[in-house]
Nanobody, 127 residues
Framework: QVQLAESGGGSVQSGGSLRLSCVAS??????????IGWFRQGPGKEREGIAA???????KYVADVKGRFTLAQDTGKQTVYLQMNSLKPEDTAMYYC???????????????????WGQGTQVTVSS
């Protein structure tokens, strides 16, 4: 069992920045997450994977956010951060973090490998 809590969302103007946090808790050392993914779901759109980080700190990004978004983790605080710069109106979405305990980030862009999900945090970017 892993519990996830996102925070840091808000409203910004185009070109602005936000830092999202994902705190993982309630897991045993044996079942600590191997992969943490960030997903977003815009109005009328499907949930899409945008970035992931594995337990060793290796990061992956989709082309749309690469160079603008950066992942980092603080293992002591059990927290993964998503720094989002140069935000665009099309980045407007609900952002979710998700955890996988049985697999590394091999198929991270899909939702199926992630068993645990947070409640999401809203990001709104105005033009």
């Amino acid at each position: 069992q892993v519990q996830l809590a996102e925070s840091g969302g808000g409203s910004v103007q185009s070109g602005g920045s936000l830092r999202l946090s994902c705190v993982a808790s309630e897991y045993t050392f044996r079942h600590r997450p191997l992969c943490i993914g960030w997903f977003r779901q815009g109005p009328g759109k499907e949930r899409e994977g945008i970035a992931a980080i594995d337990r060793d700190g290796q990061t992956k990004y989709v082309a749309d956010v690469k160079g603008r978004f950066t992942l980092a983790q603080d293992t002591g605080k059990q927290t993964v951060y998503l720094q989002m710069n140069s935000l665009k109106p099309e980045d407007t979405a609900m952002y979710y973090c998700a955890a996988a305990t049985g697999s590394w980030c091999y198929d991270w862009t899909g939702t199926s490998m992630f068993k645990y999900w947070g409640q999401g945090t809203q990001v709104t970017v105005s033009s």
